[in-house]
């Protein structure tokens, strides 16, 4: 590679990191000033848009008096281009982490997504229900991020 292709390429790369640094100081800012749910949810649109997300989910995340989540429940949901709706509670809305072993996984990374880009082949979809919830609710890819206050 010649020197201009070095840089080039280098200079490709500080601006696709500068676009990714400006995404996330937008979520940032959404996130700071959303006080509802769906809110929230809209306020990481524009990265499940950049993944081609077609839908997305907010869950939180239930605890044993240990402290240990146990569990998440989703409170809100947004498909498309349609706005976030509050989810009504009911157990087809609860998920455990020994049905879904994925969300424990992505656990393990709490400040780093967790990308499967095929729900149904993944290896780390082997175990628990996720194949088949995913396959219920026609979910074909995941990414899964845990949020925390602060």
């Known amino acids: 590679m010649s ?3 070095d840089l080039q390429a280098r200079v490709a790369e500080l601006e696709a990191a500068q676009r990714q640094t400006g995404q996330v100081a937008e979520i940032n800012f959404r996130l700071s000033s959303a006080t509802t749910e769906p809110e ?3 306020a990481v649109a524009a990265l499940a848009a950049h993944y081609q997300v077609t ?3 907010l869950a939180y995340a239930e605890t044993d008096i240990m402290g240990t989540v146990v569990a998440v429940n ?3 949901s947004q498909v498309g281009n349609d706005p976030a709706l509050l989810v009504e509670p009911s157990a087809a809305t609860r998920f455990s982490l020994a049905q879904l072993p ?3 996984l992505a656990l393990q990374t709490p400040n780093e997504p967790l990308f499967v ?3 149904a082949t993944d290896p780390r979809t082997a175990a628990g229900d996720t194949r088949a919830v995913a396959q219920a609710l026609g979910i074909a890819a995941a990414i899964v991020m845990w949020f925390q206050p602060g």
């Open 102 to 104: 994925l969300l424990e």
């Open 55 to 57: 839908s997305s989910a």
């Open 74 to 76: 989703v409170v809100a």
């Open 3 to 5: 020197l201009i292709e």
């Open 117 to 119: 880009e095929n729900l």
């Open 40 to 42: 929230i949810l809209e």
